[in-house]
């Protein structure tokens, strides 16, 4: 009898460490490991293809993905690899929405940045054209999306809050910079594009107006402008 005691006892161990270890991870669909496995295989890591499946290729490749980016190398999708990955950020929020990635790949695409095509999923060359992007930007090089990197790219983070506007049109940014080319200041070429040039000289009319200096064709600073 005393072998089958063993054996119940490990199981029940096993079973409470498997539950303890749940607890502590986020939940993560099928859907999510495809997007981890894309993201790997964009890297260089082989995950032996996408299929939604958290199998032993896919769990090496986030091993030497882990070991790479100095985190634990455990072979799960833990809320740092998920963060490293660009997946989910840091400190437990959920990650961007694919709507707001394909915004962002669209945008920095339209300012010269090559994100490759607008599909939704924060890939490596996606990545690569934000560390870019923030290092002309003097932001944290990081190549993942955070607040302060969709508010230089012109992009509310998340649903819209009382102050928030929508990002200009290309129609509006054209007429801002004209506007402001009218009032002597140097936005760059009537391009539609919100360049660093025109982000500076909106800045430097909000500062001379008394609005807030955000660098963005918010409502207020449009109507200052009469656009």
Do not use: C, W
Request: zero cysteines; a positive charge.
């Amino acid at each position: 009898m005393k072998p089958m005691y063993s054996l119940l006892a490990a199981a029940v161990a096993a079973a409470g460490m498997a539950s303890a270890s749940a607890a502590g991870a986020p939940f993560v669909d099928s859907q999510t490991v495809r997007q981890v496995q894309k993201t790997l295989s964009d890297r260089g890591f082989r995950t032996g293809g996408i299929d939604g499946r958290m199998g032993p290729q896919t769990q090496a490749a986030l091993v030497n993905f882990q070991r790479s980016e100095k985190l634990q190398p455990t072979g799960k999708l833990d809320r740092q690899t998920l963060a490293a990955l660009g997946l989910q950020e840091s400190g437990g929020a959920l990650g961007y929405s694919p709507e707001t990635i394909r915004k962002v790949q669209e945008t920095l695409n339209a300012r010269g940045y090559k994100a490759g095509a607008p599909s939704g999923v924060l890939g490596e060359t996606t990545r690569s054209a934000l560390r870019a992007f923030q290092k002309s930007e003097n932001i944290a090089v990081t190549g993942r999306l955070n607040s302060r990197t969709l508010s230089a790219l012109g992009i509310p983070e998340g649903a819209a809050s009382a102050g928030s506007t929508a990002p200009a049109s290309r129609d509006t940014i054209r007429e801002v910079q004209r506007k402001l080319a009218e009032r002597g200041y140097r936005p760059g070429a009537a391009d539609g594009i919100m360049g660093r040039a025109t982000r500076a000289a909106i800045m430097e009319f909000q500062r001379k107006e008394n609005l807030a200096v955000t660098g963005r064709a918010d409502r207020q600073t449009l109507e200052a402008l009469g656009v």
